[in-house]
């Protein structure tokens, strides 16, 4: 029986049990962290061989570029040709930078701000309105970049098969609306891969902004932890083809392959793009660290050892998946007040508690000694219009305690819901 | 007998003589590049002891912060407390980034153009202008980054002991100037260390500007090559002390100690820059890379051993300056057209031509295959009022290949001076 379908009365009793079992778990003194999408120490572990790397000083030269000292400000060869094999793009595409994906995608809305994009009239900063679109459950750290500048952040809902492109290609017809985020497989929080269909609606785009920019994070593209490596296409090839090759920048990094934050990022886009970018970015620095570029490649190899690598690495995340799964489906799915997707990939579960119970939820939660990323994060602002949305990062702890942490989450979802219902 | 005291039959003499020379010289055809200031592949390998580190599990472990995941976002507190013992200022107040300090650099500055700075009224982006003094000669890529934001840049004649402060304190009268770049110990290119004098005065400004900011860039501060390492005062305790605890931000990086590109840079300014930056920064990244924050630690060890390092690195840049300045003292200083500084430390031997003769000395240079710095690159906008300056970089080529590129610049100085003097 659903709470709904329960008398006042039932739901009473139901509340009442809850709330002994909450106070119990209460009295462990639980300290556990399901925030942010941060691999476990297991993982981690996995990455070690890295520091076994560049020990013969024949490391130190790749493609006769000695990666001790100054220049190659676009990175090494080596590290262009393995994210074009993963990307799927070619070489004179991508451009290789350092620890950080986040740190280049704010860099490009920045110099986008300060200077202006390839076919900007002006630099955003000399513009009365930017607006930009944020499917939503999206990612708080992107709508935080764009919300730094000021710019107006239009939610776009999410569909099963990505973006709904009937609002998208309505809202750029707007010349303000200036881009749009993406994290095109498996998104974060909900894991979605975008359908054929939505990339090449996003591809063929006729914005009025000369200098819309698809900010395409493709963050998760080899991180199955269920089921075969899922080919992808190449969104670079694919706005060319639709006569838009400037309009897209892919970003990606070896963060959650080897080590998070000490891995290598880079973006790709077309050649202008590169051309016009590489100078903006010659006045920001020398170069990036083009050490740590040939360990990644070192230890990285290729994406056929990638993709081996992530199967690994998918003997870990999985189980931790298939406990939040199962645990929702024995212990809330029975009382029709919650739903949540399926991922097959990425770094989370997103849940959709009954509305107007996700903050209350998450306080609950915190009661318990259980750390979950704030209601509403997944929403422009912070706020999310149906006070719903949860996103579960379950990577980090080990499963003993997640499996402690879920059992917390699903009581808490529980009694939210009943108060709301009325007792 | 200098070339001014010559009769015009002495001078065309010496000329044709000079011409021969060149022409042999050009017969060798070299491929020398004295361009920019970057360390000698000897000096490289002293570094490469670094690569052996970080073997043992427990190196990933510093202040109980596992450095392979993310977080930290102001860097790991040994690395911190490193660069406060070279600095003598406090851990607080130490920022540790990535590979590069330019990008520091570059990030501050833009930021103060996109956000604005702790004191600012408004972003820089919102001003009508925006004024920045530039000493000169100075570093090229200092004065780009502010060229890059579309600020106005002043020039402001370097003495003997630093910038000249009557020229300062008058230009921040002017509110709409907002900075100054200094590298106060070996400046970038003339080798000077800011007088005791000159550094209280400018820690004791008071701009019209109530966010004006003294880019305090100490790239140089424990790079002796001659003599016993100079102590140097802390700008921002001095800053404090003057009521401006909050108008400077120093720059410091072990790129020129370790790795050029594969070191760690930091920023060092008042606990609440510090807490201003790090929320804006929070949004641009996770974190840097820690795991070369703590190989950096770990190889550095302290600022006695960084010293230790430095005198071993002075073994190899020592022979490199001697052979410029005893070369230009033999072979040019009897002409009478031409004087250079003797500096100490620093990366660079600033030379001023006859004026109007830097532009031809140095295409004359190239045509015998030894690239130097443009002419001119030591003024903003890359253009020297006086045609004058030349930044001589002699880290990187070997000596015996240094005294065949200096063989050719000799001979160009003199042969652009005469044909200045009029043949």
Chains 1, 2 share one sequence.
């Not at 008398?7 to 079992?21: F, T, V």
Request: hydrophobic letters at 40%; glycine letters at 6%.
């Amino acid at each position: 029986m659903t709470y709904s379908q329960m008398s006042a009365e039932e739901r009473k009793a139901e509340y009442a049990r809850l709330q002994k079992e909450f106070d119990d778990l209460k009295a462990k003194g639980l300290n556990l962290n399901m925030a942010r999408g941060k691999p476990s120490k297991q993982q981690l572990d996995l990455a070690n061989g890295i520091f076994d790397l560049m020990r013969d000083p024949a490391d130190y030269v790749t493609d006769g570029i000695d990666v001790r000292t100054y220049g190659e400000l676009t990175g090494i060869p080596s590290a262009k040709r393995l994210f074009a094999e993963v990307l799927g793009c070619r070489p004179e595409q991508v451009f290789v930078g350092g620890n950080s994906s986040l740190q280049l995608m704010y860099d490009t809305i920045s110099k986008a701000y300060t200077h202006g994009l390839l076919h900007s009239p002006r630099p955003w900063c000399k513009e009365e309105t930017v607006k930009w679109l944020c499917p939503v459950p999206g990612y708080d750290r992107h709508f935080k970049v764009t919300e730094t500048f000021g710019f107006e952040l239009v939610s776009i809902p999410m569909t099963d098969e990505g973006p709904d492109m009937d609002a998208v290609e309505e809202a750029v017809k707007d010349p303000a609306v200036k881009g749009i985020w993406c994290v095109p497989k498996f998104s974060n929080p909900e894991g979605i891969i975008f359908s054929d269909r939505v990339i090449h609606r996003m591809a063929a785009l006729k914005p009025a902004a000369p200098d819309f920019l698809i900010m395409w994070d493709n963050a998760y593209c080899i991180h199955e932890f269920e089921g075969d490596f899922i080919p992808f296409p190449d969104m670079l090839a694919l706005c060319a083809e639709n006569g838009n090759p400037d309009m897209v920048f892919e970003f990606f990094s070896t963060s959650k392959i080897t080590l998070p934050g000490a891995g290598i990022a880079c973006f790709a886009c077309s050649e202008a793009n590169i051309a016009y970018m590489k100078k903006l970015i010659d006045i920001q620095t020398i170069g990036f660290d083009k050490v740590n570029q040939q360990r990644q490649v070192l230890f990285l190899q290729n994406k056929a050892h990638m993709l081996e690598m992530m199967r690994q690495r998918a003997t870990i995340m999985g189980p931790k998946f298939r406990c939040v799964v199962e645990t929702l489906d024995r212990e809330v799915a029975p009382t029709g007040i919650a739903d949540w997707r399926r991922p097959k990939g990425g770094y989370f579960v997103s849940l959709n508690a009954m509305p107007g119970t996700a903050k209350r939820t998450l306080a609950l939660c915190k009661e318990a000694g259980v750390t979950m990323t704030s209601a509403g994060a997944t929403f422009p602002y912070g706020k999310d219009p149906q006070d719903s949305n949860i996103r579960i990062a379950p990577s980090l702890p080990p499963v003993e305690e997640l499996e402690q942490a879920i059992a917390v989450l699903c009581v808490c979802l529980k009694l939210a819901a009943l108060e709301k219902l009325g007792l």
